[in-house]
């Protein structure tokens, strides 16, 4: 399976894909990353993807006359890759139609909130903010709406008093990580379908 990783950041997300694959093997691992895409430049995300020998692709939305035409446009790009399943790990922009049409069913998020409490792009603050007692990552698929698509699964991590965000994202990230190298290769590996809400791993 080919998969195209999208980044808005550290990456790290991208890293502990590219360790696992580098150590079990693309062929045992079920799928091997093609290209790493991003909508900024000059991230960690991208270095990681060149220091992998990686081809890399920045699509910022600045430079498009209208936000549809950058969706079109990352669309492209992704498709150029020919992927399997598409992977944000860390992307911060919301997707359109276009990229929809192309990708949705085959286009998985992760997330570090146990969705569908906390969406957006401030999850983990919002949860400590909160007063919740534990929180968590979940992996899902992309829909039409903001971290509301079919969720595939979730690790919960408690919050601790002393907490701030920075502390408790670093722990979600440990959790969240082993997620996302688990899902994609379950998902790569063994094919699945998506019926309304539930997501069926063969
Ligand atoms: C991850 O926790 C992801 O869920 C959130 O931003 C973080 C990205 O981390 N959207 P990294 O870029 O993979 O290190």
Not at 27 to 55: C, F, K, N, Q, S
Not at 103 to 112: D, E, M, Y
Not at 160 to 186: F, M, N, P, Q, T
Request: glycine letters at 10%; aromatic letters at 6%.
């Amino acid at each position: 399976r080919r998969l195209v990783v999208l980044v808005s950041g550290s990456g790290t997300n991208l890293q502990a894909l590219l360790d696992e694959i580098a150590a079990t093997g693309a062929e045992t691992y079920g799928a091997e990353i093609v290209a790493v895409g991003a909508d900024r430049d000059g991230i960690e995300g991208l270095a990681r993807a060149e220091r992998a020998g990686l081809p890399t692709f920045v699509c910022k939305v600045r430079d498009h006359a209208t936000r549809e035409e950058w969706d079109a446009a990352l669309a492209a790009a992704v498709a150029a890759h020919e992927p399997d399943l598409v992977v944000s790990a860390g992307f911060m922009k919301i997707v359109g139609k276009e990229f929809l049409a192309r990708f949705g069913g085959r286009f998985v998020n992760t997330h570090p909130a146990l969705l569908p409490s906390f969406p957006g792009a401030h999850g983990v603050r919002d949860a400590l903010a909160y007063g919740a007692k534990v929180t968590g990552c979940t992996v899902h698929f992309v829909d039409d709406g903001v971290d509301t698509g079919p969720i595939i699964a979730q690790g919960v991590v408690e919050i601790r008093d002393e907490d701030d965000e920075s502390a408790l994202h670093e722990r979600i990230k440990e959790v969240e990580r082993r997620l996302l190298v688990d899902v994609v290769g379950r998902l790569a590996r063994r094919g699945y379908r998506i019926e309304g809400r539930k997501v069926v791993i063969q």
